[in-house]
């Protein structure tokens, strides 16, 4: 059984950081994308980053370019998620996610995931 579960969440001051983790169980397909979305009440779910199990490779959206690292640990069968310079408008739920890709590259469009996490809240406030 496919399980997503995140961690790490919490509540920061502005300019702050937090390290997300997603932990992987049960995944049976060899090509698959880990992203991270997130969703603020009242908003819309958006897509964060995105990595690729075939070859590592990595997507952000424009509103956390520079701020935000994906990476993963094989050992650990962890996908994490690194924020820095965290803003007000970061506060929401952040989510991971798993999509059997087939080797294809991933996207960030919810709706192409077939296994999501929990979620975990992330507040930014002073």
């Known amino acids: 059984q496919v399980q997503l579960v995140e961690s790490g969440g919490g509540l920061v001051q502005p300019g702050g950081s937090l390290r997300l983790s997603c932990s992987l169980s049960?995944?049976?397909?060899?090509?698959?994308?880990i992203a991270w979305f997130r969703q603020a009440p009242g908003k819309e779910r958006q897509g964060i980053s995105l990595l690729n199990s075939s070859d590592g490779s990595t997507f952000y959206a424009d509103f956390v370019k520079g701020r935000f690292t994906i990476s993963r640990d094989n050992a650990k069968n962890t996908v994490s998620l690194q924020m820095n310079d965290l803003k007000p408008e970061d506060t929401a739920v952040y989510y991971c996610a798993a999509d059997d890709t087939g080797g294809r590259p991933g996207v960030l469009l919810a709706y192409e995931y077939d296994y999501w996490g929990q979620g975990t809240q992330v507040t930014v406030s002073s």
């Open positions: 049960g995944f049976t397909f060899d090509d698959y994308a």
